[in-house]
């Protein structure tokens, strides 16, 4: 199993990384907007630490298709401040920058982001060269062929493990052979993003035939519509799914979970990883 190395940090087997999300957009839909200001994102960023994130992943545009436009000089006046202000308060973090656009990502490494999380599929090559350039992380999603901010009015798959699976080991060689750190690339098959709930859930079921491929996995399912549709639960209610979702994909390999609920993330995974024999009970008494 290859070891992930993301700034000062390495992720070997049985390391199971949170990912902690952090909006700064008035429009999330999760927490519509509750971090958007400076003081309150900085907050929610140790917030994170104290719960037991691993990894901070910052964006500056919603992903949805609802809302407006957000210029470059926009989403950089959002994310890159903040990136350094939070770098300087919590260096042990490991700090990612969700965007797809390169001149986003090199402002934000330059400040101390060390992973780049490319959700939209390398629409902006550049974000491949920015993460060739300076040594950053990259991750490598899987979108369906869509563009930034927009959802598939119909999405068809043959096999849809099979045909993520092989687009991302593409893309993932394709960084390598640019320049791209190889021990610092994940692979996301980016749920909701371009596939329907049923698609959604198989990629979950046989998620080991994603992580069978050798390269480290993320994924993104914290309170997803494949979570929602699948429990007909609005998102302030999908929390229970999510961690069940956690718990299968981990067990299948996932190695970095992207998650709004740090705390209780933390716990599934490491409860996971103790049954999975790579991490001792932190308090054995019974029977003993």
Do not use: Q
Request: aromatic residues 6%; charged residues 25%.
């Amino acid at each position: 199993m290859r070891e992930l190395k993301l700034g000062r940090r390495t992720f070997g087997e049985g390391d199971y990384a949170v990912m902690a999300i952090l909006n700064r957009t008035p429009d999330s839909f999760y927490d519509a907007g509750s971090t958007f200001e400076f003081d309150a994102a900085m907050t929610a960023a140790a917030a994170a630490v104290a719960n037991g994130a691993d990894i901070l992943d910052i964006g500056g545009v919603k992903a949805g298709d609802e809302g407006p436009e957000v210029t470059v000089d926009e989403e950089i006046e959002r994310v890159v401040p903040f990136v350094e202000a939070v770098h300087a308060a919590h260096p042990e973090l490991v700090l990612s920058v969700d965007t797809w656009r390169a001149e986003v990502a090199r402002e934000a490494v330059a400040v101390g982001a060390e992973l780049i999380n490319d959700t939209w599929a390398g629409w902006d090559p550049g974000v491949e060269k920015v993460a060739a350039d300076t040594g950053a992380g990259l991750v490598c999603s899987h979108t369906g062929g869509l563009a930034p901010r927009t959802i598939a009015e119909k999405a068809v798959y043959g096999d849809v493990v099979a045909e993520v699976a092989a687009e991302l080991v593409e893309r993932a060689e394709a960084a390598v052979e640019a320049g791209v750190r190889a021990d610092g690339i994940l692979i996301d098959p980016t749920h909701d993003f371009g596939k329907a709930t049923h698609h959604s859930l198989e990629l979950t079921r046989r998620l080991d035939e994603l992580t069978g491929t050798g390269w480290p996995t993320l994924v993104a399912l914290s309170r997803k519509d494949f979570v929602g549709e699948t429990l007909d639960l609005p998102v302030d209610r999908r929390l229970n799914g999510t961690l069940a979702a956690t718990a299968i994909s981990a067990w299948n390999g996932a190695r970095v979970f992207r998650a709004h609920d740090v705390s209780a993330t933390r716990e599934v995974l490491d409860m996971v990883a103790s049954i999975k024999g790579h991490r001792p009970p932190k308090n054995p008494r019974r029977s003993l």
